[in-house]
């Protein structure tokens, strides 16, 4: 049972396919999702925060889907996964390298150096192209971001300041990344490798690092467990951009009967911009276990590998 034609569907793993945030999962939703993504149509990207290792945690922890790619690190990093075989696409590292003018991670931390409220993430939570802060949200974190996108561009450093919350832990994070490496423009690079078209293309996602995303010409749908700040900041965001229609806030209900929570939210999301796919969605919701195996991926993680030898344009 597929579909004619393929959807590179794109997603957040913090409370967007995983149930780590307070609000209940809807039942089942977690296997039908897993269902939905064993056609072999669908095209998962895992779009993440999390380093390779703790997407695999993640995926074994919580028995979500495979994915074909995986662009981690908050947007710097991009995988093509085959099974066990992860490859990193160098591309993507070569285009956003330019934006720090050779600036090594040390250097954008000692320009960032002496900032009040900015705490610096254990080692496991940085890259080289992926400074990561701590941020208690008692203080004034706009102030903060300001004084440090001031430093580095009186340092002529393109960097994107990214701000989120971690709910369960009570605490902002702030990632300092190359203009360049936003999950936006990843997502848009594999989307251009891979040659899919604009309706083609779906994101998920619950929360400010997806901001970029979900207020862009990306069709996207936002999770119904996301805060009350984040969607009313994501339609005025949307609207104001003139991205009205391609931002879908899921909800409880209608459509699929399911509460729009973590994966019930993306499953709602495809059922909205992908109409081709309704059929197989009823019968994943209706009977997870109907595509138990996983189909034959036809040869999207090798397009893009071989994309590697060609020029990036």
């Not at 209940?24 to 977690?30: C, K, Q, S, Y």
């Not at 999702?33 to 990207?45: K, P, S």
């Not at 004034?140 to 369960?168: G, K, N, T, Y």
């Not at 300092?176 to 848009?188: D, F, M, R, W």
Request: glycine share 6%.
């Amino acid at each position: 049972m597929t579909s004619p034609r393929p959807l590179l569907l794109c997603t957040d793993m913090d409370r967007t396919v995983i149930p780590n945030g307070p609000q209940p999962e809807h039942p089942g939703a977690r296997r039908s999702l897993r269902a939905f993504c064993a056609d072999g149509e669908v095209v998962l990207v895992y779009v993440t925060g999390r380093h390779r290792q703790l997407v695999e945690a993640a995926v074994t922890e919580f028995d979500l889907p495979q994915p074909d790619f995986v662009i981690s690190d908050v947007g710097t990093r991009m995988y093509a996964v085959s099974g066990e075989r992860w490859d990193e696409l160098s591309l993507w590292q070569d285009e956003i390298a330019v934006d720090w003018k050779g600036r090594s991670h040390a250097d954008l931390q000692q320009l960032l150096a002496g900032i009040a409220d900015l705490q610096l993430q254990e080692v496991t939570k940085q890259s080289r192209y992926k400074l990561s802060y701590y941020v208690p949200l008692h203080c004034d974190h706009e102030a903060v971001i300001r004084e440090a996108q001031q430093r580095l561009q009186r340092a002529d450093v393109a960097a994107a300041l990214v701000w989120s919350i971690d709910e369960p832990a009570n605490i902002g994070l702030l990632d300092v990344l190359p203009q360049s490496a936003t999950k936006l423009h990843a997502l848009l690079s594999l989307q251009r490798y891979l040659g899919f078209a604009d309706e083609d293309v779906l994101f998920a996602g619950d929360s400010g690092n997806d901001m970029p995303v979900l207020v862009s010409k990306v069709r996207s749908v936002l999770v119904n467990n996301a805060s009350a700040e984040i969607k009313k900041s994501a339609v005025k965001a949307a609207q104001a951009n003139g991205n009205a229609a391609s931002l879908y806030l899921a909800e409880e209900g209608c459509p699929l009967a399911m509460n729009g929570n973590y994966s019930a939210g993306v499953l709602q999301g495809v059922w909205h911009y992908a109409p081709h796919f309704r059929e197989l969605l009823a019968t994943v919701v209706a009977a997870p276990d109907v595509l138990a195996e996983r189909q034959p991926r036809n040869g999207w993680s090798e397009k893009a590998r071989s994309g590697e030898d060609q020029p990036h344009g």
